[in-house]
């Protein structure tokens, strides 16, 4: 039984499998220069994975479903939403894919409510508007589980793409790089050294607060 259960019935994961492609022929037919493409805005890439880790608790797991509520009828239900939280021993880490084809030039984005914009989450929107941050890329070419992370097994740090001020009530440029149709980018946001920073703001299913990507066309 024990073999079975091993074998049979192992979680192998989705991790490794090849994520294929359905743009077939598209690149070729793009570059025989026979058809134009038409003009398409930028698209709106929200993270696939949003999580905190804890520098003063490095062996701590990522929070997982925080706001899942139980119903009777329905089960575990899971709101979509993600959190940006960000102090001097809080980090969050975010993972992107990209997505369609021809849209890969990516722009990667902090945007915060203003005074006058609605916060439909339960938790306030605090920001203390002297933070400075750090944002690095991290080593991560396969998708995150946040079941296992934490701040001592989070991927290593790449380079830092920025040092940035955010502002409430706008959106902060972070950095703008190529990103190929089905590709993970994964990003960590920190406190810049010396800088006493707090940021934390939650997103929900109809507004986009905290991090997120542009993909802008490039056919």
């Given at each position: 039984?024990?073999?079975?259960?091993n074998?049979?019935?192992?979680?192998?994961?989705?991790?490794?499998?090849?994520?294929?492609?359905?743009?077939?022929?598209?690149?070729?037919?793009?570059?025989?220069?026979?058809?134009?493409?038409?003009?398409?805005?930028?698209?709106?890439?929200?993270?696939?994975?949003?999580?905190?880790?804890f520098?003063?608790?490095?062996?701590?797991?990522?929070?997982?479903?925080?706001?899942?509520?139980?119903?009777?009828?329905?089960?575990?239900?899971?709101?979509?939403e993600k959190?940006?939280?960000?102090?001097?021993?809080?980090?969050?880490?975010?993972?992107?894919?990209?997505?369609?084809?021809?849209?890969?030039?990516?722009?990667?984005?902090?945007?915060?409510?203003?005074?006058?914009?609605?916060?439909?989450?339960?938790?306030?929107?605090?920001?203390?508007?002297?933070?400075?941050?750090?944002?690095f890329?991290?080593?991560?070419?396969?998708?995150?589980?946040?079941?296992?992370?934490?701040?001592?097994t989070?991927?290593?740090?790449?380079?830092?793409?920025?040092?940035?001020?955010?502002h409430?009530?706008?959106?902060?440029?972070?950095?703008?790089?190529?990103?190929?149709?089905?590709?993970?980018?994964?990003?960590?946001v920190?406190?810049?050294?010396?800088?006493?920073?707090?940021?934390?703001?939650?997103?929900?299913?109809?507004?986009?607060?905290?991090?997120?990507?542009?993909?802008?066309?490039?056919?």
């Open positions: 039984m024990s073999r079975i259960m074998t049979v019935y192992a979680d192998v994961g989705t991790t490794d499998l090849e994520f294929a492609s359905p743009y077939y022929g598209l690149a070729e037919l793009y570059a025989s220069g026979t058809i134009n493409a038409s003009h398409i805005d930028p698209i709106l890439n929200t993270p696939r994975v949003v999580a905190q880790v520098s003063d608790r490095p062996g701590e797991l990522a929070p997982v479903g925080e706001h899942d509520t139980f119903n009777k009828v329905f089960g575990t239900l899971s709101p979509h959190h940006l939280q960000v102090s001097p021993n809080t980090h969050t880490i975010a993972q992107f894919r990209t997505f369609d084809f021809g849209m890969e030039d990516c722009a990667l984005m902090l945007r915060l409510p203003g005074p006058d914009d609605r916060i439909e989450s339960a938790e306030p929107f605090r920001f203390n508007e002297l933070s400075v941050l750090d944002v890329r991290l080593d991560a070419p396969k998708p995150l589980d946040v079941r296992t992370l934490s701040f001592n989070r991927p290593p740090a790449r380079d830092k793409v920025a040092t940035v001020a955010p409430a009530g706008g959106e902060t440029d972070v950095a703008r790089f190529p990103c190929a149709w089905g590709t993970l980018h994964t990003f960590e920190r406190c810049a050294p010396g800088s006493d920073c707090l940021l934390d703001v939650w997103s929900s299913q109809n507004t986009t607060w905290g991090i997120y990507m542009y993909q802008h066309q490039t056919i």
